[in-house]
């Protein structure tokens, strides 16, 4: 672990408030959407074109071209959503266990909690893949009526703040690709897995620390609202 890493993992992640009762998860995965499709050619001018980072020049010309097939070629959606889900249950495990802390049926309620986040599972990864695909082939978000498109809007400034983009870890398949953003605490780097293709170029496979991008995009404020319309928490 790099110093940049621990000061990461020192800073007390805040939490911010939603009010936007019919939020969805999928607008933090868009987030993601905005970490892969960094601006700026500068970052693309000093590498070849077989190295990780270059790959994620790809995504984002994929995007910018409206060409699924190049996005689904050099990101495994599936994958990275599947393992993003999986941080965000446990995120939701721990706030749903604050509510309920002092309840003599802690552990029973708690079993019932998880077996409700593991049956959606495959279904919301479907869902949150399609908005993504509809996303490269359109570049739009949303419609500008719905009550998501502002706060969505917001996570999408984080475009903004691309500071870095490198890779750390690299052998013949698999490379690690670091992307540091100018986070709400200070910067914050977003470890992303890619693995080789047959042709040389790369692949994203997975957000390594997908929870600390999720808390990034104001995640436990969305969960709060969420546990709260179920009747649970203040």
């Not at 990461?8 to 911010?16: D, H």
């Not at 495959?122 to 993504?132: A, F, G, L, N």
């Not at 100018?182 to 957000?207: C, F, H, P």
């Not at 600390?212 to 179920?230: P, T, W």
């Amino acid at each position: 672990m790099n110093n940049t890493t621990k000061k990461n993992a020192a800073v007390k992640r805040p939490v911010r408030k939603s009010n936007k009762k019919k939020s969805n998860l999928w607008i933090y995965i868009v987030s993601i959407l905005v970490i892969l499709l960094v601006g700026g050619g500068c970052f693309w001018n000093f590498y070849y074109t077989k190295t990780p980072v270059y790959s994620m020049h790809l995504i984002q010309k994929a995007v910018q071209e409206q060409n699924l097939a190049e996005f689904k070629k050099h990101v495994d959606t599936d994958a990275m959503l599947s393992r993003l889900f999986d941080d965000y249950s446990k995120i939701a495990l721990k706030e749903f266990d604050k509510t309920i802390s002092n309840d003599p049926y802690k552990t029973s309620i708690e079993g019932g909690f998880v077996i409700g986040i593991t049956a959606v599972k495959d279904k919301s990864i479907t869902y949150q893949k399609e908005e993504i695909y509809r996303f490269v082939e359109s570049e739009k978000i949303t419609d500008k009526s719905s009550s998501n498109y502002n706060y969505v809007s917001s996570i999408l400034s984080m475009k903004d703040k691309i500071k870095d983009i490198k890779c750390t870890k690299r052998n013949a398949n698999i490379a690690n690709v670091v992307i540091t953003i100018e986070g709400i605490s200070g910067d914050l780097n977003i470890n992303v897995k890619m693995r080789r293709l047959a042709d040389n170029t790369w692949q994203v496979v997975e957000i390594v620390n997908g929870d600390d991008l999720l808390y990034e995009c104001g995640v436990v404020g969305f969960i709060q609202v969420y546990l709260k319309a179920l009747g649970f928490g203040n």
